[in-house]
């Protein structure tokens, strides 16, 4: 059974950074491309950025590109998400998710994943 733990979140004030990391467990975690996702209180979840298996494929929201970068290291089974350059209106609970098929891209459709962790709160204070 796949498993994916977040950590990482926190608090922190406009300009800030943070570094989020999902470890997973139960399969081969390097044949699968991983995303990261939000939601803020309130809205629906969106898609942040995701990673292919290989790691040679990303692709970011807009609202994300230039400040987000994700990154992974297979031998540790962890994929990371850093977050430069915060604003207030990336206050979310952030979840990380792994895609369903093996040797994906860098997809940003949620239906493509079908692992999710519980998730770890940001705080973007102004």
């Known amino acids: 059974q796949v498993q994916l733990v977040e950590s990482g979140g926190g608090l922190v004030q406009a300009g800030g950074s943070l570094r989020l990391s999902c470890t997973s467990s139960g399969r081969t975690f390097s044949r699968y491309g991983m995303g990261w996702f939000r939601q803020a209180p309130g809205k629906e979840r969106e898609f942040v950025t995701a990673i292919s298996w290989s790691g040679g494929s990303t692709y970011y929201a807009d609202s994300v590109k230039g400040r987000f970068t994700i990154s992974r290291d297979n031998a540790k089974n962890t994929v990371y998400l850093q977050m430069n350059s915060l604003k207030p209106e990336d206050t979310a609970v952030y979840h990380c998710?792994?895609?369903?098929?093996?040797?994906?891209?860098?997809?940003?459709?949620?239906?493509?994943?079908?692992?999710w962790g519980q998730g770890t709160q940001v705080t973007v204070s102004s």
């Open positions: 998710a792994a895609q369903i098929d093996r040797y994906g891209g860098s997809d940003s459709h949620a239906r493509a994943y079908g692992y």
